[in-house]
């Protein structure tokens, strides 16, 4: 049920961020939503694309450090106080999240959420049987 | 295995009688010869036989550098130009090259100290030595050829550069000796693997890598990477080029000098004055059999120490440790002495750190600071910025503790830090610019 993201090391010089997203581009892989983490000397570029078998060979190639993360994606009611139910949950069963952002789309009424955990499959566990919808990854390269 | 069994297992006794003797001859050849040591040597009041014991040496004068720039080109040569067979000539990365000339017996003697070396090494006639140190007015390439065909090898005058073909030169020709700097020897390694070609299938066996100091963590780094048995050569033009000293096979535990042909000494490099066995300082040496340029106590300001124990090999030579540096690559930083291989073996001894790495030296509100690039490689990489920075710390807490200077770790991406074809640059420091 997770979703694969991949996750770019990248210096912060001028250039880099757009040098990534053309070699995606040219590729012909989609990029379905991502994240940048910064610090003063680097970033780390959390994409999820259509294809990411692809987009981490392409990068590899032209020399970028490429790594592949669990993330999990979560359906969350578009209404005052949805994020915070799932945190409640999720805190009650002691699982951390590492980090998390917003998907560009929407599933129907409802938004999306990405997250990571340092427990992936014990939140996954977590958040099913408290009747969270988790979005499995194929559902969210093509949505 | 040893090429002249006879010279290199000299008891210590007839070793320094010998050592004595030719020193005499080499004082006396000079004196007559040499305006420079003829002045020199009068002033310190000393004649060729005035010399009655090693212990004299240290009456003798230093020789400097800078007593070879003013030279330039051809003042220090003892011998007429019609006797000069070869020339070299160093680098010269400041100023005038320093500027070296060979007799016909200078080349066989340096051929001889070469093919004794690579036997040291572990290398022997049948192998095929793939010579990657530069041909030229550098010594690297012609020393270790010539001391290659003395010894009976087959050798590849490849010198330096155009890493591909020399990866398919000895994929192809079955290279079971290579010989380069150690850095180069990383990124070939490293061009290797991008061909999708593994070390570990070439038919290497042993690395002879010189003429930039290197760390005990990266020796394991090359020999896990390259599969072989990686051994440290020393030499320096000034003296002779490579195989003034190397490891043997056996101990890899302090490089034997040739002592039949130098003398060396160790010395505090301020007040000049000779350390004992085991104290580190820098190397001088006295070249004793030397005809077209002879020097007396060369200041190379190489910093190691010396220990005239015996060898589990069986040479009677004097070893050298592992250069800790030169005297002139030394940082000082905040008042505080560093060596880049000081820092490099904290790097490699940090799991997943590559050996790339530069240290940038700056002076900011006049104060210095050092700051340590490395790259980050998959093996390193972490999607959470946390750990990346605990990376960071970890690596300058550690230079910290060990070298007592504080300094700046910056993660930079892969292949960023230029590299070397020759010797690599370690160090770029920009204090004297502004």
């Known amino acids: ?143 | 295995m040893f090429f002249n069994e006879e010279f290199e297992t000299l008891p210590r006794e007839a070793l320094e009688a010998l050592q004595l003797k030719r020193l005499k001859a080499m004082v006396a050849r000079v004196e007559k010869s040499v305006p420079f040591y003829k002045e020199a040597l009068a002033k310190a009041g000393v004649t060729a036989d005035s010399i009655q014991s090693l212990k004299d040496l240290q009456r003798l004068p230093f020789t400097y550098k800078q007593d070879m720039r003013d030279s330039y080109p051809y003042n220090l040569f003892a011998v007429p130009m019609e006797d000069i067979v070869r020339i070299h000539a160093s680098s010269g990365t400041t100023g005038k090259p320093t500027v070296v000339g060979y007799t016909k017996k200078d080349i066989e003697t340096w051929s001889e100290l070469m093919a004794r070396s690579f036997m040291a090494a572990g290398v022997h006639k049948g192998d095929i030595i793939h010579n990657s140190y530069g041909y030229g007015l550098f010594t690297g390439g012609l020393g270790a050829h010539y001391g290659a065909e003395r010894l009976g090898a087959s050798v590849i005058p490849m010198s330096g550069g155009n890493t591909k073909k020399q990866i398919m030169i000895m994929q192809d020709f079955g290279s079971t000796v290579l010989t380069c700097t150690p850095s180069y020897s990383l990124f070939m390694a490293e061009a290797a693997k991008e061909e999708g070609i593994d070390f570990r299938d070439l038919k290497l066996r042993v690395g002879i890598f010189g003429a930039e100091p290197w760390s005990e963590e990266m020796r394991r780094d090359i020999e896990g990477k390259l599969n072989l048995s990686a051994v440290d050569i020393y030499g320096l033009s000034e003296i002779m080029g490579p195989g003034v000293a190397i490891e043997c096979c056996q101990a890899k535990k302090g490089l034997h000098i040739w002592e039949d042909h130098f003398i060396p000494e160790i010395i505090n490099p301020e007040t000049c004055e000779v350390l004992p066995e085991g104290q580190m300082g820098e190397l001088v040496i006295t070249t004793i059999t030397k005809e077209g340029i002879p020097l007396i106590r060369y200041r190379t300001r190489d910093i190691t120490s010396i220990t005239y124990e015996p060898c589990v090999c069986g040479r009677t030579h004097a070893r050298i440790a592992r250069m800790s540096g030169r005297s002139d690559d030394m940082l000082i930083i905040r008042g505080v002495n560093v060596f880049p291989s000081q820092i490099e073996a904290i790097l490699m001894g940090v799991e997943g750190v590559e050996p790339h790495y530069v240290l940038i030296v700056e002076r900011k509100d006049n104060l210095d600071t050092l700051e340590v690039q490395v790259e980050v490689g998959e093996n390193l990489f972490s999607d959470e910025i946390k750990h990346l920075q605990a990376l960071s710390a970890k690596i300058e807490k550690q230079i910290k503790e060990m070298l007592g200077v504080t300094c700046r770790v910056r993660l930079v991406e892969p292949k960023s830090i230029t590299r070397s074809e020759g010797k690599a640059k370690r160090v770029i420091d920009n204090r004297n610019k502004a």
């Open chain 1, 1 to 143: 049920m997770h979703v694969e993201q991949i996750s770019i090391f990248i210096e912060n010089k001028f250039g880099r961020l757009a040098e990534v997203t053309r070699i995606l581009g040219d590729a012909g892989v989609n990029i379905r939503t991502l994240s940048l983490a910064d610090t003063s000397d680097f970033g780390i570029l959390r994409l999820i694309v259509n294809d990411t078998e692809k987009a981490r060979t392409v990068l590899k190639e032209r020399g970028f450090t490429v790594s592949k993360t669990e993330v999990v994606a979560v359906e969350i009611p578009d209404r005052p106080g949805g994020l915070a139910d799932i945190l409640q949950v999720l805190d009650a069963d002691g699982i951390n999240v590492e980090y998390m952002y917003a998907f560009v789309e929407r599933c129907g009424e409802n938004a999306v959420m990405i997250f990571r955990f340092d427990e992936t499959q014990k939140a996954i566990t977590t958040l099913t049987s408290k009747n969270f919808n988790v979005l499995p990854g194929n559902r969210l390269y093509s949505m």
